[in-house]
């Protein structure tokens, strides 16, 4: 059973810096792509940014110049959010496609006060 765990939530101000972390049961590169959503009360799950497995990123219009994901060698995914303004705010979640199958974390949540 695969499973990834969020953590690296939490209050900041705005212009704050955040970085949040991914740990899954297996090792990072087993995934074909892996990539980090978020969804803000009363809307919509929304990509946020992905990397697939020759490292290839890509980022939602909203965060791009902004945010920036990585990954180490063993079992971690990472989002460093800058510059982060109250829209931001949302519980973010990090996701993994294996053998076919997309597999999500419980999400951490992200709040940017003004």
């Known amino acids: 059973q695969v499973q990834l765990v969020e953590s690296g939530g939490g209050l900041v101000q705005s212009g704050g810096s955040l970085k949040l972390s991914c740990t899954a049961s297996?090792?990072?590169?087993?995934?074909?792509?892996a990539a980090w959503y978020r969804q803000a009360p009363g809307k919509e799950r929304e990509f946020v940014a992905g990397?697939?497995?020759?490292?290839?990123t890509r980022y939602g219009d909203s965060v791009q110049g902004r945010f920036s994901i990585s990954r180490d060698l063993k079992t971690h995914l990472y989002l460093q959010m800058d510059s982060l303004v109250p829209e931001d705010s949302a519980v973010y979640y990090c996701?993994?496609?294996?053998?076919?199958?997309?597999?999500w974390g419980q999400g951490t949540q992200v709040t940017v006060s003004s």
């Open positions: 297996i090792n990072i590169f087993s995934f074909n792509a």
């Open positions: 996701k993994g496609n294996y053998r076919g199958r997309e597999h």
């Open positions: 990397i697939v497995g020759g490292g290839t």
